[in-house]
């Protein structure tokens, strides 16, 4: 089956750290990978995807490759602000399918001044 | 981006009873619109697909006739929950598809069944 798995938080960093979250997938066919993220009392907004191999989504600072053989899409940030503080959720679908979308659990960030 | 609302934002209900819970995209027509159920540190989990003008789509384990889904239009879908019990409390999510590979969410629905 199609399934996600990510970094379980909470991770607390301070002010300009570096992020990584990791994220790896199982898939029966060629995925579209995705990050969304949800910031307090809002709903999940998308980050930044990827739709085939070595592909690389990045958005607001935040970059994630598409990395086939390792079946990977681990996302990263360079330097941290309080306003990244949110919850981050790996996500992929199978294109060519339905959009359904599959979901890791997600990892809380909290990012301190 | 596309914005999509949901209402209520959170509802308390006493057992037994039935909750409906609404899902709007605002400003984009959507034909397929999907709900999400999210327990406490644990993912989203799909619970069924919504699409206008026909039945709706259910995951496996999910059950049709409790979980009510009806997309009356192409702006608005809803969720009732028939007959719910503490255990159908949970934090529910919609989201409006728009184009591929484009989904919208909802900011969610907190439902507590006492």
């Known amino acids: 089956g199609n399934s996600v798995t990510q970094m379980e938080g909470p991770v607390t960093l301070s002010e300009e750290a570096f992020l990584t979250i990791n994220c790896t997938y199982t898939?029966?066919?060629?995925?579209?990978l995705f990050w969304y993220v949800q910031y307090p009392g809002e709903g999940l907004q998308l980050l930044l995807k990827a739709t085939k191999a070595d592909d690389k989504g990045s958005n607001k600072g935040f970059e994630a490759t598409y990395r086939k053989e390792t079946t990977s899409f681990h996302l990263e940030k360079g330097s941290v602000q309080v306003s990244d503080s949110a919850v981050y959720f790996c996500?992929?679908?199978?294109?060519?399918?339905?959009?359904?979308?599959?979901f890791g659990k997600g990892m809380k960030l909290t990012v301190n001044p | 981006g596309a914005v999509v609302s949901q209402h209520p934002s959170r509802v308390i209900c006493k057992s037994g009873t039935s909750v409906k819970i609404e899902c709007r995209s605002l400003?984009?027509?959507?034909?397929?619109m999907f709900w999400y159920r999210q327990f406490p540190k644990q993912s989203l989990m799909l619970m069924a697909t919504s699409n206008e003008g026909s039945k709706a789509t259910y995951e496996q384990g999910v059950e049709k006739d409790k979980f009510l889904i009806n997309h009356a239009s192409l702006t608005l879908s809803t969720l009732t929950v028939t007959s719910a019990h503490p255990e159908d409390s949970s934090f529910y999510i919609c989201?409006?598809?728009?184009?591929?590979?484009?989904?919208?969410f909802g900011p969610g629905t907190r439902l507590t069944v006492l």
């Open positions: 989201s409006a598809q728009r184009g591929y590979n484009e989904q919208f």
């Open positions: 400003d984009f027509q959507a034909t397929t």
């Open positions: 898939a029966t066919g060629y995925p579209s």
């Open positions: 996500a992929l679908n199978l294109q060519g399918g339905s959009e359904k979308l599959v």
